[in-house]
C-alpha cells in the first residue's frame, strides 16, 4: 500500500465518525464476547494516540449506547478534557420512538456540540425505518432544529431509510458505512447498488465512505476489495455529498488500525478521480486536491454544521 499522506502535510482532515467508551455503560449487545479487540475501554487518549501522524484534525463523535448519559459524558469530555478539543461536535442519542420529540430535541440543542443523533436499527427494534407514523414526530422536531440523522442501516434496508429521507426532504441525513453491502461475499452487491442508486438521487442524503474494511474479509483484505464499492458511492452521490469516516476503534478487528485505513480510504478515493464517471465533477470540485478537500473535510464540516 503506498502511503501517499505526506502530500498533506498540514491538511485538516475530519473524521465524521468515531467512538470512545467505557464498556461499564455499554449495551449488552455491543461488543459481544467475540470482538476481542474491542472488550476494553477506549478513551480520549487512544484516539490521540491512534490519529497522531494522520492528518486528522477534528473528530465527531457517533454515539455508541442508547442512553443520554453518554450524550453527557462525551460533552463534558470534549470540553474539560485537555485533549477533548479535537471532538468538534457529537451525534447523541434519542429515541425516535419517543413520546415527548420537541422537549428531547430541546434537550439535546441545550449541548452546542451536539449537531445530531444516531438510531441504530438493527438488533434493537424491529423494522425501524418502516414503522413511518411512529417516529415521524422525532423526525419532524430534528428537522425544525437543524440537527441531522445518521442512519446505519445493512443493505437490506436502504429502501426503507429512502422511504424516510424522501418523506422528510428538509431533514439532512447521512448512509453510515456505505450501506454496509457484504464486500467479503458480494453477494447483497447488486441490490445494494440498485438502493444506494436510488437514495442518491434525494438532495438531502449524504453518503459516509467508512467502514468500509469490517465489510470485508477481516483477516485478508486488500485496498482493491473497496474500489468497486467506494466507487459507485462517489460517483452515485458526487464529490460533494460523500464523506469520510474512519469508525475507529470498531475497525481494528479488520486487522488495520488507524493510520494504515486512513491510507487505504485515501488510495481509494484517489484511485477512483479520473475515472470517465467523475471527471465532470472532479473538475466542477477545482480539481484532485479540491475534490479530496470536499470529501475529507468539508463535506462534513458543512453537513454537520462545523468548522474545523
Request: some cysteine; proline content about 5%; aromatic content about 8%.
Given at each position: ?8 502535510e ?18 449488552p ?9 474491542l ?31 453518554e ?12 485533549v ?58 430534528l ?166
Amino acid at each position: 500500500m503506498s502511503s501517499q499522506l505526506h502530500k498533506f502535510e498540514g491538511a485538516s482532515f475530519l473524521d465524521t465518525h468515531f467512538h470512545i467508551w467505557d464498556l461499564k455503560h455499554c449495551d449488552p449487545v455491543f461488543p459481544t464476547p467475540d470482538m476481542v479487540r474491542l472488550t476494553r475501554d477506549y478513551t480520549i487518549e487512544d484516539l490521540m494516540e491512534a490519529i497522531r501522524c494522520t492528518p486528522i484534525k477534528g473528530a465527531i463523535h457517533v454515539q455508541v449506547t442508547h442512553t443520554k448519559k453518554e450524550n453527557k459524558w462525551i460533552a463534558n469530555i470534549a470540553k474539560n478534557h485537555p485533549v477533548g478539543a479535537v471532538i468538534k461536535g457529537i451525534v447523541a442519542w434519542m429515541d425516535l420512538f419517543t413520546e415527548t420529540p420537541e422537549s428531547d430535541v430541546s434537550e439535546l440543542k441545550a449541548e452546542p456540540l451536539v449537531v445530531g443523533i444516531r438510531y441504530i436499527l438493527s438488533g434493537y427494534r424491529d423494522n425501524v425505518l418502516e414503522q413511518a407514523e411512529a417516529i415521524q414526530p422525532a423526525l419532524s422536531a430534528l428537522c425544525k432544529a437543524g440537527l441531522t440523522l445518521d442512519l446505519p442501516c445493512v443493505a437490506g434496508e436502504l429502501e426503507a431509510a429512502y422511504n424516510i429521507a424522501k418523506r422528510n426532504p428538509e431533514l439532512r441525513i447521512v448512509i453510515d458505512h456505505i450501506g454496509r453491502p457484504n464486500i467479503k461475499t458480494g453477494e447483497d452487491i447488486p441490490e445494494w447498488k440498485i438502493n444506494i442508486t436510488k437514495l442518491s438521487k434525494l438532495p438531502n442524503v449524504y453518503c459516509k465512505v467508512s467502514g468500509m474494511v469490517t465489510q470485508a474479509d477481516w483477516s485478508n483484505w486488500k485496498t482493491s476489495d473497496m474500489l468497486d464499492a467506494a466507487r459507485h458511492c462517489v460517483v452515485s452521490f458526487g464529490i460533494n455529498r460523500c464523506m469520510f469516516g474512519s469508525n475507529w476503534p470498531v475497525m481494528l478487528l479488520a486487522d488495520t488500525d488507524y493510520r494504515k485505513d486512513t491510507e487505504m480510504m485515501f488510495d481509494v478515493v484517489t484511485s477512483m478521480l479520473d475515472d470517465e464517471a467523475l471527471v465532470g465533477d472532479v473538475e466542477s470540485s477545482g480539481g484532485h486536491s479540491k475534490a479530496i478537500d470536499k470529501i475529507f473535510r468539508e463535506n462534513g464540516c458543512r453537513f454537520y454544521g462545523i468548522k474545523i
